[in-house]
């Protein structure tokens, strides 16, 4: 089973381009979950995909950030426009149901610096 | 609201010794689930163990183990027999439910190496 996949790895922009982070969740997983880690913090959570619907956006800094789930499978997250607060690494996680015995797989993360 | 506090940025253990990780966490929820995370420099987020907050037994996968203490709301990590594979970060964390909503809530983590 292919686990979840993040692209891109890793991406250096400048204060004021857009962004656009993308994860593939494991096939069949209704759940998607964007998390970010800014260097020396916790891990926090962005938002709850349930299908193509948005659960839980509650965790979202502002409106520079768009996250889409088109169709229920991929999702994208817009960064526009990046500022220098919004380095940090952007995880991705899916689990198959809700609740609290679901498995949750993460991906290996996108590395964002904006300079 | 609920956090989850690592009190250690950094440990240390050498090959085959053991190691306890600490967390503590805050919530006025009865039932949860915590987490321990270990995320090696290849970055990916894996899951070392779990605990249901309902279930008082100590949850063990062969070399890791908790200690939870409901009451003291704390839920430390064993790492027995370390091995070099066991160096990265350590995250623990929580997980609720709230209105079909779920998610984590980590603590800053703990960096483990491990020291041939």
């Known amino acids: 089973e292919a686990g979840v996949t993040q692209f891109p790895s890793h991406s250096v922009i400048e204060k004021g381009q857009t962004v656009t982070l993308r994860c593939d969740p494991i096939s069949g997983h209704d759940n998607l979950y964007w998390y970010r880690r800014v260097m020396g913090k916790e891990i926090k959570f962005l938002l709850h995909f349930v299908k193509e619907s948005k659960q839980d956006e509650s965790g979202m800094p502002n409106n520079r950030f768009l996250a889409e789930r088109t169709g229920g499978t991929y999702s994208t997250l817009k960064v526009q426009p990046a500022e220098l607060e919004d380095s940090g690494v952007y995880f991705c996680?899916?689990?198959?149901?809700?609740?609290?015995?679901?498995?949750?797989?993460f991906g290996n993360g996108t590395r964002l610096t904006v300079t | 609201a609920q956090t989850v506090t690592q009190s250690q940025p950094e440990m240390s253990v050498q090959e085959a010794e053991t190691v306890t990780l600490s967390c503590t966490y805050d919530?006025?929820?009865?039932?949860?689930?915590l987490f321990w995370y270990k995320q090696p420099p290849s970055r990916q987020m894996i899951l070392v163990i779990r605990q249901e907050a309902y279930k008082q037994q100590n949850a063990t996968e062969n070399r890791f183990s908790v200690n939870f203490q409901k009451a003291a709301k704390s839920f430390s990590l064993k790492i027995s027999d370390s091995q070099l594979g066991d160096a990265a970060m350590y995250f623990c964390a929580y997980r609720r439910t709230q209105g079909g909503s779920e998610k984590l809530v980590f603590g800053k983590g703990t960096k483990l190496t491990v020291n041939p």
């Open positions: 996680a899916s689990s198959p149901w809700t609740g609290y015995s679901s498995p949750l797989h």
């Open positions: 919530t006025s929820e009865s039932d949860y689930y």
